[in-house]
């Protein structure tokens, strides 16, 4: 079998398993160092909340101490007058890393979000020492109050529409896809034969669970115009005026183009939503959000509708940590979908949660995530674990204590700014520059390269002559290099995805030099054809 009849073999493979088949051709070369840019996961990690973390749990043992000192055993801690002591605590640990960090999240939670001292710092120490079960379940109370401000900056640019938004923390950013699908599904908001809209090109998990048998949707892409700086034109937006469209999910700033909806497709929607479509349910993954300047999130602009899904994992180099959260305003249209679903699946929805509430049809939608989270009768043992939701807290105040200078947003995005400069310098072609990319991925349209470098005949054979992802399958086989296959995102046929996360600077010069010559091969080979 040549080789378009193997890679035919994998082209209906995911590219995320067709990555691990490219990983295994590019070490097949041993005399040469493989680079794979197909991973998102960061090779940074923020440092002050986790010397802060660390800190804090010697705090924390200290004050079990306090309570119960036996060999090996210490008390659960007692909260009175807790926050004197960490005061002092602090104070005697300024100069050590840490410190200061935990001295100025102290200043804020108490001045500036409100929060009783001895509360605040009761829940954290409980919480690092993870000697409770969560309570209440769907969020620590202080710690929710301190991830919204975190949102209310960073996914709000620090302009929150009215009202309050319930959260509810979970394992990263795919557990609370995993939770929202089959909550949707349990409460009748999404039923099999049902239309939703996505926008594509797209994390290729969300083109892959609605068409499984456990849900069976059809699915209408609104897709990004490359042309247009991969926005979305008004004439696919309209879409989704279509009524039978129930939902919209999409990922801003997008995955693989990494750009953010701009302000312009941001008000379509909005209006959509406050005039033909007030029943329309958005689900928006904004994980990449903190990596753009002035980033609004559709739960901004249209709360009402919007479930937002947020991880920390790309940000704060968090990926193992396995922390994410789910917002939902509380007046929003899906609780009051629910309330008029018919009287059988009403019927069906109160006994479904009967066990847990005394009045289960006044159950909320965050409430019923947390519940579905656990299989329902699991419910008294939801949540997710403390010590995480303590990172969180710190990994929020990170950013709240920085919100003026914004010194470590700059590094970040600095970091993937000179990455994703040099890639593009290496490829020899000029980088895009426009404030809604996130750079933190970046889509190269390969056949758009061969037609802007060699002309469309070449461009064409290009694409008829070989596989669509006959070009990321030779990068790995001869020049060592992993990327993505940008068509598993919905992305055009034989474009690449780079991640610029997870390499250094100068493995980005290879990559892009690696690119153009790997497309000068090919033109070599279409002259010698002809």
């Not at 210490?74 to 960490?86: L, Q």
């Not at 602090?90 to 804020?108: K, T, V, W």
Request: proline content about 5%; hydrophobic content about 40%; overall charge negative.
């Amino acid at each position: 079998m040549g080789r378009a009849g193997i890679e035919k073999g994998y082209e209906a493979l995911s590219p995320f398993e067709l990555k691990n088949k490219l990983i295994a051709m590019a070490k097949g070369n041993r005399g040469k160092m493989m680079l794979n840019a197909g991973r998102g996961n960061p090779n940074w990690v923020a440092t002050g909340p986790r010397e802060a973390f660390f800190l804090l749990g010697t705090f924390a043992i200290e004050e079990g101490r306090r309570v119960l000192s036996r060999t090996g055993l210490a008390g659960a801690p007692d909260s009175k007058g807790m926050g004197e002591r960490f005061q002092e605590f602090c104070r005697i640990h300024a100069e050590q890393r840490g410190g200061q960090f935990l001295a100025d999240a102290y200043r804020y939670a108490t001045d500036r979000l409100g929060l009783n001292g001895d509360a605040f710092i009761g829940e954290m120490v409980d919480g690092i020492l993870g000697d409770h079960y969560p309570t209440p379940d769907r969020v620590l109370e202080n710690t929710e109050k301190i991830i919204r401000a975190y949102l209310d900056l960073t996914m709000c640019n620090n302009t929150p529409p009215e009202g309050i938004m319930d959260l509810f923390v979970v394992e990263g950013g795919t557990a609370a896809m995993t939770y929202i699908f089959n909550t949707l599904k349990e409460n009748g908001l999404i039923t099999p034969g049902d239309k939703i809209a996505l926008g594509t090109p797209i994390f290729t998990p969300y083109l892959e669970i609605p068409v499984l048998n456990d849900y069976e949707l059809v699915v209408i892409d609104v897709k990004q115009d490359e042309e247009n700086n991969w926005q979305y034109p008004n004439s696919e937006l309209e879409k989704l005026i279509d009524p039978d469209i129930k939902a919209f999910f999409l990922v801003n700033p997008s995955n693989p183009a990494s750009v953010s909806i701009d302000s312009k497709s941001l008000d379509k929607i909005a209006e959509l939503v406050t005039s033909r479509r007030k029943d329309l349910i958005i689900l928006t993954d904004d994980v990449y959000g903190t990596f753009v300047n002035g980033f609004k999130s559709l739960i901004a602009i249209a709360p009402r509708n919007t479930i937002l899904v947020y991880s920390y994992s790309k940000y704060f180099g968090a990926t193992g940590w396995r922390v994410g959260v789910i917002g939902i305003y509380r007046d929003n249209v899906m609780d009051k979908m629910i309330a008029a679903l018919p009287e059988h699946k009403r019927k069906e929805l109160h006994q479904r949660y009967e066990s847990i509430i005394k009045d289960p049809d006044s159950l909320k939608l965050i409430d019923r995530l947390v519940a579905d989270s656990r299989a329902v009768a699991l419910n008294h043992t939801a949540g997710l674990s403390t010590p995480q939701q303590v990172m969180m807290a710190l990994f929020s105040f990170q950013e709240l204590l920085d919100s003026d200078s914004h010194l470590y947003r700059k590094e970040a995005q600095d970091l993937v700014r000179e990455r994703f400069e040099t890639l593009y310098a290496g490829l020899g072609a000029p980088a895009p520059q426009l404030p809604c990319y996130a750079r933190y991925y970046t889509t190269i349209d390969i056949p758009k390269l061969a037609r802007e470098r060699h002309g469309e005949k070449f461009a064409k054979w290009l694409q008829t002559s070989h596989e669509p992802i006959d070009f990321v399958w030779r990068l790995a086989q001869e020049k060592e290099i992993v990327l993505m296959d940008g068509g598993g995102f919905d992305a055009p046929e034989m474009s690449i995805r780079v991640s610029l996360a997870n390499l250094f600077k100068d493995d980005y010069d290879k990559i892009g030099k690696g690119i153009s010559e790997l497309l000068e091969d090919y033109r070599k080979e279409w002259k010698s054809d002809k």
